[in-house]
């Protein structure tokens, strides 16, 4: 951990910045922690995480923070060797956490936390939290299927217009190896003339309709690979993971 005066200084300035760029795009109340603000602990291989009931955890550990009920992430303090490329890697995992809440907020089932779910992230360890999919019983893209990877790609988007510097290397935005998915600049390619034409909507707007055919179809590719290499009984994963409208009514969990 990196605690140089400089440090400090540049990571509030981009947490600032990253406020801003939300207020900008329309989004709601936005809560942007660091895991000692928070009085928590991430899982080692976690870099961070997205709740929509995050503000639960604010009231409760930084009532001087709380602004009202609302979403936000929690940002692990990076390990890097320069205050710069910390600053990178900052911003590297806030345009993660929040593609997580514009792919939340933009579902059509997406509705304001329930208090059951705010008490459930009070109950989270998380630093026993793995953000490790069971691929016996899961599809490593969970949480990160082609809604999220969209979303991904328009926050990126915003990032480079705000002038907000990302790292060079991508897989720091999006692991795709992780999520057994390909590399993000192949479904940006696949996505540049939404990206080109929405650039300056609001992010939530810019969410909507159905994207383009070659972005769908390199999800879609990626999804037939993973399965001719992990047969799962009973799971259609197809009809599950690529409907364009598809929802749940489980409380919603910590997206990582």
Excluded at 29 to 51: K, N, R, T, V
Excluded at 83 to 104: G, N, Q, R, W
Excluded at 141 to 153: D, M, S
């Amino acid at each position: 951990m990196i605690a140089t005066k400089k440090y400090t200084s540049d990571l509030t300035e981009r947490r600032d910045q990253i406020w801003e760029l939300g207020r900008e795009c329309g989004l709601p109340i936005l809560y942007i922690c660091l895991p000692a603000e928070l009085d928590i602990m991430l899982h080692d291989l976690s870099a961070g995480f997205y709740s929509p009931a995050l503000s639960a955890l604010v009231q409760k550990s930084a009532p001087q923070m709380w602004r009202g009920d609302g979403p936000g992430f929690v940002v692990g303090m990076p390990q890097t060797d320069t205050p710069e490329s910390a600053t990178e890697v900052f911003s590297a995992i806030c345009c993660h956490e929040l593609a997580h809440l514009v792919d939340d907020i933009t579902r059509s089932e997406y509705r304001k936390h329930t208090p059951a779910e705010g008490e459930t992230l009070l109950k989270v360890d998380f630093k026993e939290d793995s953000p490790i999919v069971d691929s016996r019983i899961s599809p490593p893209w969970l949480a990160h299927e082609w809604r999220f990877v969209r979303a991904l790609l328009h926050c990126q988007r915003r990032f480079v217009l705000a002038d907000i510097e990302l790292p060079v290397d991508e897989s720091i935005v999006f692991a795709h190896e992780f999520y057994g998915l390909s590399r993000l600049e192949q479904f940006r390619e696949c996505l540049r003339p939404e990206l080109d034409e929405r650039q300056d909507e609001p992010l939530p707007d810019a969410m909507r309709g159905y994207p383009p055919a070659a972005f769908m179809n390199r999800f879609a590719d990626d999804v037939e690979r993973w399965q001719a290499l992990h047969i799962l009984e009973s799971r259609v994963l197809p009809a599950a993971f690529l409907s364009f409208d598809h929802s749940s009514e489980e409380p919603l969990a910590p997206n990582m």
